[in-house]
C-alpha cells in the first residue's frame, strides 16, 4: 500500500482541482491498491569501484564535462553534489559550477575542495536557468556533456559506466549523441532512496508523452554546444534540448543504461516533492512538444493530460494521416473493466494485463502513446498499402490456426513483425478504443 504523506495528500488535492472527483477517486485507489516500496538502493561495492579504476586507468581518452548551474544552493546540498562528483570511479571530467548567486558561499565550497577538476565560473547575473547553463557549456573541456542539479547525486559508477557505453558502441562504428540511465529520488538528508524509475530504451512516442529521459542525460558535446539551451523554455529546457537533439539523431545513436546512476533529491521545494512548484515548467514543456511536432510538419495540438508533466499529441486529422513513419496504431482488449492485452512484446506477453481500465499503472504508461513491439490484430488500424498484407497474413494463418487468445497474439506478433521489417513503427494508443 501506499505511504500516505503529507506530499501525497497534497498531490492528492491539486490533482482533484484540475481533474474532477471520478478521476481522482480511480487514482487514489490505485494508489492505495499499489504494494509497498520494497526498493532498496545497492551502491557499488568498494571493490568494484576499484576494478573500475583500475580498468580504465590510462584508458580515460574521453572527458566528461559535468554542469551545474548553482543559485545559492545550501552548503549541505552542494558539498553533497560535489562529492558525489569526485567520488567517480572513472576520474577524467570536470565539474563546472555556473554560479548566478550574489555572494561567496559557492566559491568558498568549491575552492574548499583543492581539486582542480572543479571549475567555478562566477556568473554576471541570474539570467535564468538556460542561459546559466549556457555560460558553463561554452567553458565546456569535454567530450560529452552531463547535466546534473545543484542538489542531486550521482552514483559512484555514473561516468564509467557511460565511458564503457561509449566505448562499446564506438567499436561497433556508432557514435553516440545521447546516452541516458535509471534514476530514483532521495530525502533531504540523502540517506533513504525510494521510487526508482526503471527507464524503456528508447521510445519515441513514449518520450512525445513524457520527458522519461530526464536524468541522468549525457550528450555529445558538439551537438549540445550546436543547439545551446533556450530562455523561452526555461523549467523544461531539458526535455527541449533532448527534443531538439532527437530531432536530428538516428536512433540506434541514443543509448539507455539501464542501471541507477542518479538520486533526485525531494525536498519541499524541488518539483520531485511538489509537482505544483512549477507549473510553467509544465507549459514550457508542452510548447516544446509543439515545436518539436513543427519542425517535423506534423499538423497537431498537444494537450496537458491528467497527469503533470504527462502529454497528449493529438494529431490532425489522425497519425496514419500525419505521420509516414507509423505502419499501424493500436489500442488496448478491454474484458470485465481489466485490460486483458492490445499491446505486446516480442514474448506475446502484454505489460498491462490485469490493469483496472480506469488505473494508470506504473509511471502512468499504461495511459500514454507508446512504441510497441506489437499491437493486437483485433484493435488495429494500418496504413492503407499495408491492408492486403494482413488480409493475406489473416487468411493463411487461420488456415492452419484454432482461434484463441493465444493464436490471436501469435498473428499480431507476426503481422508487426513484417511492418517493422518494412520500415515502419507499431504505436500502442491507450485512447484508442476496441471495434465491437
Known sequence: MTKISKA?????????????????????????????????????????????????????????????????????????????????????????????????????????YKDARIRYLRLAGNRGISKNTNEALKAAKGDYIGLLDHDDLLTADALYENY????????????????????????????????????????????????????????????MKNLMFR??????????????????????????????????????????????????????????????????????????????????????PDILAVREDVAAVGGPLIRGGKIVGGIYDSHGKCPYRGLHKGFSGYLHRAVLRQDAYAVDVRNIRVRKEYIPLLEEMSEKFWKTQEKSEAAYRKLSILFCRKLREKGGRIVYAPDFEERK
Not at 472527483?21 to 520494497?38: H, N, W
Request: charged share 30%; hydrophobic share 35%; net charge negative.
Open 164 to 223: 564503457k557505453t561509449i566505448e562499446e558502441a564506438r567499436e561497433k562504428g556508432i557514435c553516440l549523441k545521447l546516452i541516458y540511465s535509471d534514476e530514483d529520488k532521495c530525502n533531504e538528508t540523502g540517506e533513504r532512496f525510494y521510487e526508482p524509475h526503471y527507464k524503456t530504451d528508447f521510445n519515441l512516442d513514449l518520450f512525445l508523452s513524457n520527458n522519461y529521459i530526464c536524468h541522468f542525460a549525457v550528450m555529445e558535446a558538439a551537438l
Open 8 to 112: 501525497n495528500i497534497k498531490k492528492t488535492i491539486y490533482y482533484l482541482k484540475r481533474n474532477g472527483l471520478r478521476d481522482t477517486f480511480l487514482a487514489a485507489l490505485e494508489r492505495l491498491q499499489q504494494k509497498g516500496d520494497s526498493y532498496v538502493f545497492v551502491p557499488p561495492s568498494g571493490e568494484a569501484l576499484a576494478a573500475q579504476k583500475a580498468e580504465t586507468k590510462g584508458k580515460e581518452d574521453l572527458c566528461f564535462s559535468i554542469l551545474v548551474p548553482v543559485y545559492h544552493t545550501p552548503e549541505t546540498y552542494l558539498r553533497a553534489m560535489i562529492e558525489s562528483v569526485l567520488s567517480q570511479s572513472y576520474e577524467n571530467f570536470e565539474l563546472i559550477l555556473a554560479d548566478a548567486g550574489r555572494d561567496d558561499s559557492v566559491k568558498n565550497v568549491a575552492d574548499s
Open 231 to 316: 530562455g523561452e523554455y526555461d523549467g523544461a529546457q531539458d526535455y527541449d534540448i533532448f527534443l531538439r537533439a532527437v530531432n536530428g539523431t538516428k536512433e540506434e545513436q541514443i543509448y539507455h543504461i539501464p542501471r541507477m546512476l542518479y538520486h533526485w533529491r525531494c525536498h519541499s521545494a524541488s518539483t520531485a516533492e511538489n509537482p505544483e512548484s512549477k507549473q510553467y515548467a509544465y507549459e514550457a514543456g508542452r510548447r516544446a512538444l509543439e515545436d518539436f511536432c513543427r519542425n517535423r510538419n506534423w499538423k497537431v495540438k498537444v494537450r496537458h493530460t491528467a497527469h503533470l508533466g504527462f502529454y497528449q499529441v493529438e494529431y490532425i
